[in-house]
């Protein structure tokens, strides 16, 4: 009777045994997933808002800043011509502002007596570098830039400019400006015409070739 009894009390204990293992073995599969989502999970948020995050916006905000100073700098309102140079002064840094400072008087002296107003679009921008731990980009800008003359008559054409752009506090702005290629002149249609570009009036900004 005490035999039957041992033997009913081990069956017990072996029933109850593998319930344990299991549950062990669930909590320590529970805890390597839970490490591997931790890891993975702290993986993406560190590309996100500390690597790729941060990269993407300083990628966006340079090419915006260097497609609206490359307007900037071939906008001319004959109405306001101060106006319009000290709206293109406003996104420069560096040598080229001091230069634009220190040729204000002659730039708008210049571009009284020519009186021809100017206007631009972009049509392509681009960032061609981009070194955001030290706040620096380069940009391509190619711009349709239309001038009109006193006679109200109008000519378009395309520049193509390398814009260095630097952050200063939260705002990026040109420190230099490079011409790629001499302006072209455009037919009504957008297209290139072999006709040799017009003389362009002084802008407040390096002229395509200077």
Do not use: C, H
Not at 2 to 23: C, F, I, L, N
Not at 88 to 104: C, E, F, P, V
Not at 205 to 210: D, F, L, T
């Amino acid at each position: 009777m005490v035999s039957e009894t041992s033997e009913a009390a081990e069956a017990t204990d072996q029933d109850k045994q593998p319930p344990r293992v299991v549950t062990a073995a669930a909590v320590g599969a529970l805890a390597v997933a839970l490490v591997a989502a931790l890891w993975f999970g702290g993986s993406w948020a560190r590309a996100a808002f500390f690597t790729d995050g941060p990269r993407a916006d300083a990628r966006d905000a340079a090419l915006a800043a260097a497609s609206q100073a490359a307007i900037n700098m071939t906008t001319i309102k004959v109405e306001d011509i101060p106006g319009s140079l000290a709206l293109a002064r406003s996104s420069m840094t560096g040598k080229i502002l001091d230069s634009a400072n220190q040729n204000r008087q002659k730039s708008e002296e210049m571009a009284q007596q020519a009186a021809v107003g100017m206007q631009s679009q972009v049509q392509v921008a681009a960032l061609t570098s981009l070194n955001s731990e030290l706040d620096k980009a380069t940009a391509l800008v190619v711009l349709k830039v239309t001038e009109v003359k006193q006679d109200k008559s109008a000519s378009s054409y395309r520049y193509s400019w390398s814009l260095d752009m630097t952050k200063e506090g939260d705002v990026w702005k040109t420190e230099q400006v490079a011409s790629l290629t001499q302006p072209v002149l455009l037919d009504n249609s957008g297209g290139a015409t072999n006709t040799p570009p017009a003389p362009v009036p002084a802008a407040p900004a390096p002229r395509p070739g200077s």
